[in-house]
Structure formats: C-alpha cells, structure tokens
C-alpha cells in the first residue's frame, strides 16, 4: 500500500470482495464507493449531473460504512444514478454526504447489497483499513 489512500478488488470465494485504505474515515468511505462503482463497472452519462445529500446515523463505523454504500445502491436502484464526486463528513457516529453524479451510462455487474462478513475497520498508523464484502 504505497499510496496514501485506494482499493483492490481481493479474491472471495462466492461474492466480491474490496481491501480499501485511506488516511482517515472520510476518505475511506470516499473510496470504498469509488471501489464498488469500479467493481460494478459502471459509467456515468456526461449530462445531466445531479446532487444528492443525506445524513445516516449508526451505532458504529462498520454500520455507517454499510450503511453509506447501501445508500448509494438505493439510488442506482431508484433513480439509475450513480456518483463521481463525494463529499462526506462524520462525527462519531453520525455521517452527512453530499454526492454529484449522473444516470448510469452502462453497468457491467450489479451488486446486490454490501455485508457485515469479517468486517472490521481497523486503524494501523497513519491510516484506516478495511475489507468490504458485496453480495452480488
């Protein structure tokens, strides 16, 4: 891991499986969901572009964590949208987010959910660690 903040798909036995790092929970949300958009294979249409904002609450910051991406499949359910510009904000466990994106162009894979297995957000250092498991 020698950049400061990603994702790598990581082999799983039946579901679809993400190892994602960043410097600090905000940024590990970020790319968690520029890593399950990358899983799916997805493209957004250039116009028209779209906001979206919404507060989740959790008892924990795996909770939150699922919680968020969970949202953003809700929306590519709901409405085919998907998201490229993130903005997010927690405070222990209360997390806001402001998203920009547009109607999915194509998706090559769906994921049907994001689940608890073995997940465990873990901070080493500098940095914040976790594996994310996706029902697909």
């Known amino acids: 891991m020698s950049e400061r903040a990603g994702y790598q798909?990581?082999?799983h036995t039946a579901d679809w499986a993400l190892r994602v790092w960043a410097p600090?929970?905000?940024a590990l949300f970020i790319q968690a969901a520029e890593g399950m958009y990358a899983?799916?294979?997805?493209?957004?249409?250039?116009?028209?572009?779209?906001q979206r904002n919404f507060k989740l609450q959790a008892d924990d910051g795996e909770s939150l964590?699922?919680?968020f991406l969970n949202e953003l499949l809700y929306f590519g359910e709901l409405e085919d949208l998907g998201f490229d510009r993130f903005e997010v904000r927690i405070?222990?466990?209360?997390l806001r987010a402001e998203v920009e994106g547009a109607p999915f162009e194509a998706r090559k894979k769906e994921i049907k959910a994001v689940t608890y297995h073995g997940l465990a957000i873990q901070q080493k250092d500098d940095?914040?660690?976790v594996e994310i498991v996706f029902d697909v």
């Open 65 to 67: 964590l699922v919680s």
């Open 39 to 50: 899983l799916m294979g997805t493209t957004l249409k250039p116009t028209p572009r779209v």
């Open 9 to 11: 798909e990581i082999e």
């Open 24 to 26: 600090d929970l905000p």
């Open 91 to 94: 405070n222990g466990q209360n």
């Open 127 to 129: 940095s914040y660690l």
